[in-house]
Nanobody, 126 residues
């Protein structure tokens, strides 16, 4: 069983930065997907930063391109979401998600992921 634990959320002012972390335990393999979603109240869950653990070109939501980056630890099963130039519209619960994967690319839709963390809240004030 794969377990995911997010941390690093908090409240910041617009223009600030946060780095979220997702620590994974269990049997994740090098080809698996370990990615980031977010969900604001009343809105659907949105893929934020998605890339295979093997690397390649990541997918970023249009609204975060140039501001967010997904980073994979070289030493353990941890992925980070570096969030810069935060905007109030970034306010959401951020979730780490994972799935077993044997393809070169990871899916963008939330329904494709069967492992989820508990979420970490990010609140950005004006």
């Amino acid at each position: 069983q794969v377990q995911l634990v997010e941390s690093g959320g908090g409240s910041v002012q617009a223009g600030g930065s946060l780095r979220l972390s997702c620590a994974a335990s269990g049997y994740l393999y090098s080809t698996d997907c370990q990615v980031w979603f977010r969900q604001a109240p009343g809105k659907e869950r949105e893929g934020v930063a998605i890339v295979s653990r093997t690397g390649g070109d990541p997918y970023y939501a249009d609204s975060v391109k140039g501001r967010f980056a997904i980073i994979q630890s070289a030493t353990d099963n941890t992925v980070y979401l570096q969030m810069n130039s935060l905007e109030p519209e970034d306010t959401a619960m951020y979730y780490c998600a994972a799935r077993r994967n044997f393809e070169s690319r990871c899916p963008r839709d939330a329904s494709s992921y069967n492992y989820w963390g508990q979420g970490t809240q990010v609140t950005v004030s004006s």
